[in-house]
């Protein structure tokens, strides 16, 4: 079996995904992408509370609390969204959520080079690109590839931003608490603490694909 590595990848850009704008506004509970049709469409559902009043967005289900709204847009006319980058590398993008301006996009790599290479081609084409969570197959005949992180490179306030992050249950899917409250848990605001966390996991990350 091959060395399979699943990835969790977060990009605070909003020209990453056409949702993020709205879930900047609003909670979304859901959200499903087709796959790019004969007449170069793709359309974009996701879920949101009745009340949250989205305009330019398409209502197309109603029921008790929740609506449903459609984006359809041309892949010509669009800059390409990060769904789009994943997925030119030949990786489905598995799941997707959008929270606080953010989207999260978790997509199977065959193997490490992969992966390294679709969040060169994220970093290059948006800002923001962090990558939340990494998953590899276990592979019993392999002796495998350790990575070793030095926690010295990061800072007290990054190492106790990911510690209470952690223990909060932030990178948990689904999540056992939100950004805001991890950052009243800090005493910061959540500005400082996408701060933080954003240059913690950029340490990690080098740390993890320049080897």
Do not use: W
Request: aromatic letters at 4%; proline letters at 2%; a negative charge.
């Amino acid at each position: 079996m091959d060395a399979g590595v699943h990835g969790e990848v977060e990009i605070t850009d909003s020209s990453a995904c056409h949702v993020t704008e709205a879930s900047g506004e609003t909670d979304i509970e859901s959200v499903s992408r087709s796959g790019v049709t004969s007449g170069d469409t793709v359309a974009v559902d996701f879920t949101a509370d009745a009340e949250a009043n989205i305009t330019d967005v398409n209502e197309v289900f109603h029921h008790e609390e929740q609506t449903v709204y459609r984006l359809i847009y041309e892949t010509e006319d669009s800059p390409g969204c990060a769904c789009e980058c994943i997925e030119t590398s030949g990786c489905p993008v598995r799941h997707i959520e959008a929270e606080n301006g953010a989207i999260i996009l978790a997509f199977v790599a065959s193997d490490l080079q992969q992966l390294r290479e679709i969040i060169v081609d994220l970093k290059s084409a948006f800002d923001g690109v962090s990558l939340r969570r990494l998953t590899q197959s276990e592979c019993p005949d392999s002796r495998g590839s350790l990575v070793f992180i030095d926690r010295d490179a990061l800072t007290a306030r990054q190492q106790e931003v990911l510690e209470t992050a952690h223990q909060m249950g932030y990178f948990e899917h689904p999540r056992e608490s939100n950004a805001t409250e991890v950052a009243e848990a800090l005493d910061i605001n959540r500005s400082t603490f996408a701060e933080h966390l954003s240059a913690a996991q950029s340490k990690l990350l080098g740390t993890i694909l320049d080897g």
